[in-house]
């Protein structure tokens, strides 16, 4: 099982290493700089391992998506402005933006 997640944003590294330490995700990430524009970073996060249960981890990243989701308002909060979730198996995309922890359940067990 492989999860990548991009993230893109001003403070994409700082939300990725956040999204990282979610207990029972295991992986890593990286910067892809030929997409940097205007301060605009792009990180991709490669999840390897699940531990805890989908539905665990599924409420984590939704909670997760929520506390940036909402810094995008504010300006001491880091921002980021897309995420997205690519499925292990199907390839299957899922913007965050507007999902809901049952969306992120089924993308990460597809």
Same mark, same amino acid.
């Given at each position: 099982?492989?999860?990548?997640?991009?993230?893109?944003?001003?403070?994409?590294?700082?939300?990725?290493?956040?999204?990282?330490? #979610?207990? %029972? =995700?295991? +992986?890593?990430?990286? /910067? @892809?700089? !030929?997409?940097?524009? *205007?301060g605009?970073l792009?990180?991709i996060a490669? #999840?390897? %391992? =699940?531990? +805890?249960?989908?539905? /665990? @981890?599924? !409420?984590?990243?939704? *909670?997760?998506?929520?506390?940036?989701?909402?810094?995008?308002?504010?300006s001491?909060?880091?921002?980021?402005?897309?995420?997205?979730?690519?499925?292990?198996?199907?390839?299957?995309?899922?913007?965050?933006?507007?999902?809901?922890?049952?969306?992120?359940?089924?993308?990460?067990?597809?």
């Open positions: 099982m492989m999860i990548k997640i991009e993230i893109q944003g001003q403070d994409a590294v700082l939300a990725t290493e956040e999204m990282l330490a #979610i207990n %029972g =995700l295991q +992986g890593s990430y990286e /910067t @892809i700089n !030929e997409v940097e524009r *205007e605009i792009t990180t490669t #999840i390897v %391992g =699940l531990v +805890g249960g989908s539905l /665990t @981890i599924a !409420e984590q990243l939704y *909670e997760w998506k929520n506390k940036y989701q909402k810094s995008l308002h504010t001491a909060q880091p921002r980021i402005e897309k995420v997205l979730v690519v499925a292990p198996n199907s390839g299957k995309r899922l913007l965050l933006k507007d999902a809901t922890i049952e969306d992120i359940k089924k993308i990460i067990e597809d």
